[in-house]
């Protein structure tokens, strides 16, 4: 018994280190909205095609140094199905919920992906279930998210039901990709920087198909599209992919309601939007639920 127990605490602080890095994720997240309202007019996926070159370049540098991790990339069908689809579909969708709904409305529905993936992790391999700490954790983050949202004039109307059907859609799509990148946790992450550039090629087809070009305007434009490449579409899916492979999905999948909650914090103190005391409300809720499924997983 003693070697059993010696032998499972390494792999409990693996697992508590890799979902640490999965949060790394998150606070990358959380600026998104700041950098995206910095980067000017460029469109939607001549934003996505351009970011996700950079964080693809991003991750081809460690093949540079070390060129026998190139293996990385040579991987089934099925998982670049998997890697591509995910990054690229979650996006294009949103995109699109964003064309036909309101922003606030279509940005509600998607953050439905959190509490899918708590559900979701139910089916991983190996998974002991979900306990109460979890869903009551996943509501609470969901309870945040929905006061963090409710100051923003909300209202749904049936003209703008393909935006909602596609940022629902949006929602499933993150949440699958989360889980079943668990399911295939022997593919490095390396693989990653090979599905950021399918996906900007893709982008960058769509781009050429449905936009307009525009460039950004100056070098504070630049600045904000370089570095949403390098943090929040580069490597934030590194360490998202890291955390949902090796460590907690479950409890990522509740950290995750931090992320709307800490952009509006940053959008605040950057200027671009007023502070409202939901934002208080909204953290409190959020914070109680992470710890909620933080206790659920250490008593599972």
Known sequence: MRSLASGAAPERRD???????????????????LFTAASGAVPPFQLAA?????????????FLAQPERLRALRQPWRVWCLGVGGLFAYHALYFVALRFAPPAEAGLISYLWPLLIVLFSAW??????????????????????????????????????????AALAAAFVWAGY??????????????????CLATGVLSLLCHLAFETTVWPADTVNWGAIVLLGLGPVGAAFYLWDIGCKKGDVRVLGVAAYAAP???????????YAEARPALALS??????????????????
Do not use: K
């Open 15 to 33: 697992a508590t280190r890799a979902t640490l890095v999965g949060f790394g994720a998150i606070l990358l997240w959380s600026l998104l909205a």
């Open 50 to 62: 351009m970011t996700f070159l950079i964080g693809g370049a991003l991750g081809c540098t460690v």
């Open 124 to 165: 991983l391999p190996g998974s002991r279930g979900l306990r109460a700490g979890h869903l009551v954790g996943a509501g609470m983050g969901l309870g945040g998210v929905v006061i963090l949202f409710a100051g923003r004039d909300l209202n749904f109307s049936a003209s703008a039901g393909w935006g909602y059907l």
């Open 178 to 195: 989360s889980v079943l990148s668990a399911r295939v946790a022997a593919v490095p992450t390396d693989a990653v920087a090979g599905f």
């Open 261 to 271: 909650m800490l952009s509006t914090l940053v959008l605040v103190v950057a200027g």
């Open 283 to 300: 953290c409190a809720l959020i914070v109680a639920g992470a710890l909620s499924a933080v206790y659920a997983s250490r008593q599972a």
